[in-house]
């Protein structure tokens, strides 16, 4: 099933875009965009989920359809907070939660701040803070998107998001999507830097011990933005998560290998829910 876009007013006055799909008996999924991304990232995975779960999309605010509101930045916590109030119009309970990057971030503020309302998590390049040196890199990044727009921010994010293989086979088609997803050279920016920019200073290691759900952390080998030694840190903070490195990939997994990451997906779910019906919940 397929849905049409839809738009949900949500308290605090803004409407994010939004797509329910799927099928309608099955569990929960919401799928987390990553930073300056939209709901199309998620294309190639929705085929291999779509058949046994009932999938929500949607943009954060300054993504894709969803509105960008000029007063910025938009932390992190906020982007979690509008997740949360969607969640609540649209009667979705205990989900599972697939993040990405950012989206993984978001989905961290969930898990802690609301630890009995979600079925688990499948994140992929999930880092606990936003460090220093990953705060140079966003704000490297705001100027060039300032000075040079899309292609320039693209040129100078993309050597750190993608494996090297699947970079130098699809570095066209991926400069070309970025420059569509982030409105064009013409168009206002101040929604991607609101998401750049509330990014800075977040930390969320002394609160990652209140996770009840079972959590999977996906981290690529080639990922050179949130390597696999940070990500370890978010791991070794949750309670009885797990966590893999995926040879051969940057940090982007659900991107580079959608099929792969839908495999992983499943069977980690597969996994949970079967141990659940084996204690008899």
């Known amino acids: 099933m397929r849905a049409q876009p839809a738009f949900a007013p949500l308290p605090s006055g803004i409407k994010l875009h939004y797509r329910v799909q799927g099928n309608p008996a099955g569990p929960w999924l919401v799928l987390l965009n990553g930073l300056l991304s939209d709901t199309t990232m998620w294309a190639g995975v929705l085929p291999g989920l ?58 961290l503020e969930l898990l802690s701040s609301h630890p009995e309302a979600f079925a688990g998590a499948v994140l992929t390049s999930a880092m606990p803070c936003f460090d220093f040196a990953m705060s140079l890199k966003a704000e490297h990044w705001a100027r060039c998107l300032e000075v040079g727009g899309p292609l320039m921010q693209f040129d100078a994010v993309a050597p750190f998001l993608w494996g090297d293989a699947f970079l130098e086979a699809r570095h066209g088609v991926l400069r070309a999507y970025h420059q569509v997803v982030t409105g064009g050279a013409d168009q206002p920016q101040h929604g991607n830097l609101h998401q750049i920019r509330g990014t800075q200073g977040w930390d969320i290691r002394e609160r990652l011990s209140s996770i009840q759900a079972p959590v999977l952390l996906l981290s690529g080998a080639e990922d050179l933005l949130t390597p696999p030694w940070k990500c370890l840190g978010t791991a070794s903070r949750i309670p009885h998560s797990r966590f893999e490195v995926v040879p051969g990939i940057g940090h982007a997994y659900p991107v580079e290998d959608p099929k792969a990451f839908v495999a992983r997906v499943r069977a980690f779910i597969d996994e949970v829910q079967g141990d659940l019906a084996d204690r008899g919940f």
């Open 50 to 107: 779509a058949d046994r779960y009932r999938i929500l999309t949607f943009d954060s605010r300054g993504q894709g359809k969803s509105d960008a509101p000029l007063e910025g930045p938009y932390a992190t916590a906020q982007l979690a907070e509008d997740a949360w109030e969607l969640f609540r119009a649209l009667g979705i309970e205990n989900p599972w939660l697939i993040g990405l990057s950012n989206g993984s971030a978001m989905s």
